[in-house]
């Protein structure tokens, strides 16, 4: 084979496998508030002298991450740092909630382990009657500036759910701007929030 063939075999062959995209693998942690760390109590509402009931958790995510989570005004709030005290906004999700006991890291595998970029959690929702699940799609970026929930899946309205919000993670967490892009809705979306 000639010496400027083989050359070019090998230069073709590194600009391949440069631009190879590696598929996003995932892992589970729990999200059951009695397994996690209380971060703040008080009083229950008009009972001063009461005895201080937990409203905010920090719970164990994946590596080095920790999902933070807090209850207030029947809603759940949700943020994920790598901090171990975390005071900055929560998202809250606009019906009454409390989280799903789930969260799915999705990211590239590096040696044992993923490197998430994305994490996916549910809200589960109730108002006047009606329920309902939302699948949360977080960017998880360097801090609290490019980490933040930027997608969601109606999980009533899209029998494939699961499948779309792990594909929207996968496409579109890396290129999401967190800072003044409120979340953006996915697949069908049921009349409760049309």
Do not use: Q
């Not at 009606?130 to 997608?151: H, N, P, Q, Y």
């Not at 697949?187 to 409760?192: I, L, N, Q």
């Amino acid at each position: 084979m000639p010496k400027h063939l083989a050359v070019a075999i090998a230069a073709c062959t590194l600009v391949l496998a440069a631009g190879t995209v590696t598929a996003a693998e995932n892992a589970f942690t729990d999200l059951d508030l009695k397994g996690c760390a209380v971060t703040d109590s008080a009083p229950p509402d008009g009972d001063e002298n009461g005895k201080p009931e937990p409203y905010a958790w920090r719970c164990k995510g994946y590596g080095s991450w920790n999902v933070f989570v807090a209850e207030g005004d029947l809603r759940a709030g949700v943020a994920f740092s790598r901090a171990r005290r975390f005071e900055d906004d929560y998202h809250y999700f606009p019906k009454f909630s409390v989280t799903g006991p789930k969260v799915e890291w999705r990211g590239p595998r590096r040696g044992n382990a993923i490197v998430p970029e994305s994490a996916i959690f549910r809200y589960i929702w109730g108002v006047d009657g009606r329920k309902g699940s939302v699948l949360a799609i977080v960017r998880l970026g360097r801090d609290a500036t490019d980490t933040c929930v930027f997608g969601y899946v109606d999980a009533v309205a899209n029998p494939d759910a699961n499948a779309l919000a792990a594909r929207v993670a996968d496409e579109e967490a890396a290129r999401w701007v967190c800072y003044g892009n409120s979340p953006k809705w996915y697949g069908k979306v049921g009349e409760d929030f049309r």
